[in-house]
């Protein structure tokens, strides 16, 4: 397969064996994965949406995290650091800030803020007491933004990156977050034993990538060095909640059961669509600051749990995200995905963490709504193309026990039963145990076996026996095919 190739497909290369015809198991949409132990998270990772990069994130959570039983909160903002950094869309900062202003942060909006109330969730809901920031070198945002630009040469200076982490470092540890919903703060010094930068090498046309110490530029220990797509482009933009019990569903999903042609952007909200939705009155109208707006039990807006007003950013930060993958990456669609039992629905829907989330209409709802609000969005960032965008949607719904259902669908992508070369962006936790996940509940019947081990255990499709017969999908480490006879 000739370079250059898309992030996608070298993730496809290196974790699936291709083969040329596939078998539904059993509808399109009949899609079944076992959800993973909701292990306690311990990190908030913070990482941008550049594409290129997906593998070679994926490489570094699932060896740090995932492997060693651990799981993560994702967020994700362009330009990872200097996103975060981000909190005015002028010409010159505000009076006193020395932080980077730029045109992709829409007017009276603020990254920063929304940084900062994923990071109180994700300490009230998921015990976070570390932060990792990963930025990388030929960063879009770093090369457009004022206040850091990349020069010339396109991003490929360090110094810049240190500068925007150690801003960005400097405010969480001097910012208050709550650590209970008693109404007790603390400074982010005390709540994180460490805030720690990385960021990923590598010019625009290099086929690799090495994670790098973003202090002194000094590769980690040991060295993780993997392929990087050259091809920043994608078709869709993926929303996603940033709850970590079921990244895996939505991973073994975009990448074992569509395996549709594309690369995608990834975006996350606690609560996904509710989460873009709760900012507004009425669209584009923001909601007032401790005004809960049209959701009147939304405890998150108004203090009632002694957290602040948190979400009123999350809807315009949403759409920034929207146009910077429109216009960056030429996107064609939006699919987003819901689950039940989510924390966000419960807080903001009903005011209490101890109410029932378990039925679909409540999210089918807020999906309609948002999907409404994408048609009637107007690209604000291009004064040129101003016209609404017009993208196809696609809306999903994780279950309890983790199917996915497809629930929206205006067209765009083909969600056939046909697997093409390419793939999808990957998310937490990946690699290995995502593969672990794919292999015991897949959708596909791939290949046979034809001697029984006790690796036939781990498929649903049927017990095992001394004859042939079809296995779902099998994505084995090289260690486990000597167990197996693949036919």
């Not at 569509?258 to 996904?272: E, P």
């Not at 939304?298 to 759409?319: E, H, I, K, Q, Y």
């Amino acid at each position: 397969m000739p370079l250059p190739l898309s992030a996608g497909d070298m993730t496809r290369i290196r974790r699936l064996e291709r083969v040329n015809k596939v078998v539904p198991v059993n509808n399109e949409f009949d899609y079944f994965t076992a959800l993973p132990n909701s292990n306690p998270t311990s990190t908030f990772v913070l990482a941008c949406i550049d594409p290129r990069f997906a593998y070679a994130l994926e490489q570094y959570l699932d060896q740090t995290y995932a492997q060693n039983g651990s799981s993560y909160d994702l967020f994700i903002l362009a330009g990872a650091s200097m996103g975060g950094n981000l909190n005015s869309n002028t010409a010159t900062p505000p009076p006193g800030d020395t932080m980077p202003s730029c045109a992709i942060v829409s007017a009276g909006n603020n990254w920063r803020v929304a940084l900062h109330n994923h990071i109180q969730v994700a300490i009230i809901l998921h015990n976070v007491t570390q932060i990792v920031i990963i930025d990388h070198l030929n960063c879009g945002a770093y090369v457009n933004c004022n206040g850091a630009t990349g020069g010339p040469n396109g991003d490929q200076v360090r110094d810049l990156h240190e500068d925007q982490f150690i801003a960005l470092r400097d405010y969480i540890n001097a910012e208050s977050f709550f650590t209970n919903t008693s109404g007790t703060s603390a400074f982010g010094s005390t709540i994180f034993s460490s805030i720690t930068g990385y960021y990923f090498d590598g010019v625009a046309a290099a086929s690799t990538t090495s994670l790098l110490n973003i202090a002194d530029g000094t590769p980690l220990s040991p060295a993780i060095s993997e392929p990087k797509g050259t091809n920043s482009g994608a078709r869709v933009l993926v929303l996603g909640c940033i709850d970590p019990r079921y990244s895996a569903v939505m991973t073994s999903f975009l990448n074992n059961y569509q395996d549709v042609q594309f690369i995608y952007d990834l975006f996350i909200l606690a609560g996904a669509s509710l989460g873009a939705n709760q900012s507004y009155t009425t669209f584009p109208t923001i909601r007032d600051l401790g005004d809960p707006g049209s959701y009147p039990n939304n405890v998150l807006a108004d203090d009632r749990v002694n957290l602040g007003d948190l979400g009123r950013s999350w809807g315009p930060t949403f759409f920034d995200h929207l146009s910077v993958a429109k216009l960056l990456h030429n996107i064609t669609e939006v699919w987003v995905f819901d689950h039940l039992d989510c924390g966000a629905y419960k807080l903001i829907l009903d005011g209490s963490l101890g109410a029932t989330d378990d039925s679909f209409s409540p999210h089918l709802t807020e999906m309609q709504k948002l999907r409404a609000n994408i048609s009637s969005y107007t690209n604000i960032h291009d004064p040129i193309n101003t016209a609404a965008y017009s993208l196809s949607f696609k809306g999903f719904i994780i279950d309890k026990s983790g199917k996915v259902s497809n629930v929206m669908n205006d067209g765009g992508v083909s969600l056939t039963n046909t697997i093409l070369f390419g793939s999808s962006r990957i998310r937490n936790p990946a690699s290995s145990n995502t593969d672990r996940i794919a292999h015991s509940r897949a959708d596909y019947l791939t290949r046979s076996r034809a001697v029984c081990v006790p690796e036939t255990n781990r498929t649903t499709l049927c017990p095992c026996t001394t004859t042939t017969h079809a296995s779902r999908v099998g994505l084995l480490r090289s260690s486990e095919y000597q167990h197996l006879h693949i036919q």
